[in-house]
């Protein structure tokens, strides 16, 4: 029996539900509330020391790192393989997999400078956001979170997320040139890693960020979200009336962003 921890809107939680979904394995859910702060119960951090989701349980196997969840079920589960087969193509998923730290780090900069950050800022005093920031086992997460709420698009985070967007989504573009999905003709282990960071991205009404300069990768995002398991493993768990309080959050700082990714080397 496989159980996973997540959390319904988490960027890492979604790409592995995609990933199950794909790969047709159930699993038992265990909900985690990250806005209760359910990640720091002891109970949990026996399970996942850095307090995140999400965590896979495999008869009593605990796996980390949503990238290496999606690769240790395709090994272990999954008769028809998303790891792509051939030496170049393979070389390149992994090397997509590793990647994930970076862009996961990116994104969740963006998404807590911009969206999350006003309710957060509203519902909490200075010395409240010195207590959420405590809570991280890593002081160096806790000061992160930290630094984003209180300085925004300010933050010295936001420099480096958008040299790995940009980047990611150069990439995606080349790779994307002459192939439908990034591991060729059909879904690979690639774009399962990498679906819920560009979905949210598009969520947060950032999708300027590609729509001129990297056009395949809206293409591909589109033809992710006709697919059953977006559905099932991004889609079904958006909280009702949530997506547009997240678009509005995101988009009103697109005007600074865009000047700011426009002077970033591609
Ligand atoms: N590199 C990790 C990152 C995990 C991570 O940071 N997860 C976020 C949700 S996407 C989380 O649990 N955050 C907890 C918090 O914000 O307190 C992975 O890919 O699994």
Redesign the pocket.
Known sequence: MLILYH?PT????QKVRVGMALMGLAYESRLIN?QKGE?FAADYLRLNR?????TLIDDGLVV????LILEYLDRAHNAARLMPAGRADRAQAQHWLLR??AI?AAI?TLSFSTAFRAGILASNTPEQIDALAAR?PDPVMGQK?KDLLLNGLASVYVGQALVHLRRMLADMQAVLADRAWLDGDAIGLSDVALIAYVDRLERLGMDGFWSTEYPRVGDWLQAWRTTAPYATGIEAFVPPGSADAMRTGGTKHWPALNDRWRAIPS
């Open positions: 959390a988490s960027v890492c939680s990250l990640q850095d307090a995140v989701v999400p980390v790192e949503s990238s994930c730290l996961h969740n991280f979170r």
